[in-house]
């Protein structure tokens, strides 16, 4: 069974640019994380889907950073317009019906804002 | 806040025993998870408490105090690959959904 994948797994661009990141969840799974690891820094949550839905995005920094879930499926995380702080290493989690069981992580998109 | 302590660093020898361990300042909350990551690879899933007591999965252990705040991860007869990245969080504060991470705690196992 194919495990949580991101996509891509390394970004590099210039601030003011725009970037989408992915994030194919394992199949099933109705739980979506999205979170975010600046260096040096914890592991910071941004927002969950449940299926389709954004159940909280409080975590989500400011208006530049759109997430989205059509279907249900796949995910992709838009950043647009970039800017330096913006870097860091962006991973995406998902998880079974049930909110008690273990998160499965892909191995992260890093993204670094030149 | 949610604050979650780790010690940044720890260093242990093979063979060894080494806790980690874990505080945090939040109230209410479903459970502590422990995760394992590989520098440039995905957190994996070690150990997870509800209840208060000692979790045990092979040669990893999880203690869970509520009233105390304190979480620890026991690792037994340690081997060169667990050197990593071991990382708290907390789940389900105040009725949310999100995972609260620490800043992990780096393991160098030596020969």
């Known amino acids: 069974e194919a495990g949580v994948t991101q996509f891509p797994s390394h970004s590099v661009i210039e601030k003011g640019q725009t970037v989408t990141l992915r994030c194919d969840p394992i199949?099933?799974?109705?739980?979506l994380y999205w979170y975010r690891r600046v260096m040096g820094k914890e592991i910071k949550f941004l927002l969950h889907?449940?299926?389709?839905?954004?159940?909280?995005e409080s975590g989500m920094p400011n208006n530049r950073f759109l997430a989205e879930r059509t279907g249900g499926t796949y995910s992709t995380l838009k950043v647009q317009p970039a800017e330096l702080e913006d870097s860091g290493v962006y991973f995406c989690?998902?998880?079974?019906?049930?909110?008690?069981?273990?998160?499965?992580f892909g191995e992260g998109s890093r993204l670094t804002v030149l | 806040g949610q604050n979650i302590d780790q010690p940044t660093e720890m260093t242990a020898t093979e063979g060894a025993i080494v806790q980690i361990n874990c505080t945090y300042q939040t109230s209410g909350f479903n459970g502590l998870f422990w995760y394992q990551q590989h520098a440039g690879e995905a957190p994996t899933f070690l150990s997870y408490?509800?209840?208060?007591g000692l979790e045990e999965k092979g040669r990893f252990s999880s203690f869970l105090s509520r009233s105390k705040g304190y979480s620890y991860l026991l690792l037994k007869e340690l081997q060169m690959k667990d050197s990593a990245s071991y990382l708290c969080a907390v789940f389900g504060v105040a009725g949310t959904y999100k995972y609260i991470f620490g800043t992990g705690t780096r393991l160098k196992v030596l020969a």
């Open positions: 889907f449940v299926k389709e839905s954004k159940q909280d």
């Open positions: 989690a998902s998880s079974q019906q049930g909110l008690t069981g273990e998160l499965f």
């Open positions: 199949s099933g799974h109705d739980n």
């Open positions: 408490n509800v209840l208060d």
